[in-house]
């Protein structure tokens, strides 16, 4: 909600300053609605692996892509991972 204070400083702006205040506004709203593609380059049963740290590297199926993760069933149990610490397995390479 745009308060007293800021609706009289845009109704004040020059063209030039409204250039830049649209600008700006233009910029916020790609960065709000950007979708995050890693997330589409994965898919339900396919094969991934990924660093787990103390267990070394994990290979698994993805079961779920979540908002934000991707849900990976592994042979020691179900991980939620960011899609960008996901390789595609070998194995799915033709």
């Known amino acids: 909600m745009i308060d007293k204070n800021m609706f009289n400083y845009l109704m004040g702006l020059d063209a030039d300053g409204i250039k830049e205040v649209n600008e700006i506004l233009r910029q916020r709203w790609k960065q709000l609605h950007r979708v995050d593609t890693t997330l589409f380059n994965f898919y ?42 996901l390789s595609i397995h070998i194995d799915n390479i033709a």
Do not use: C, D, M, Y
């Open 44 to 85: 339900k049963g396919q094969t991934v692996s990924f660093n787990a740290k103390a267990q070394g590297v994990l290979t698994g199926k993805v079961i779920k892509i979540n908002r934000t993760s991707v849900k990976v069933e592994t042979p020691i149990g179900i991980w939620n991972v960011s899609p960008n610490l």
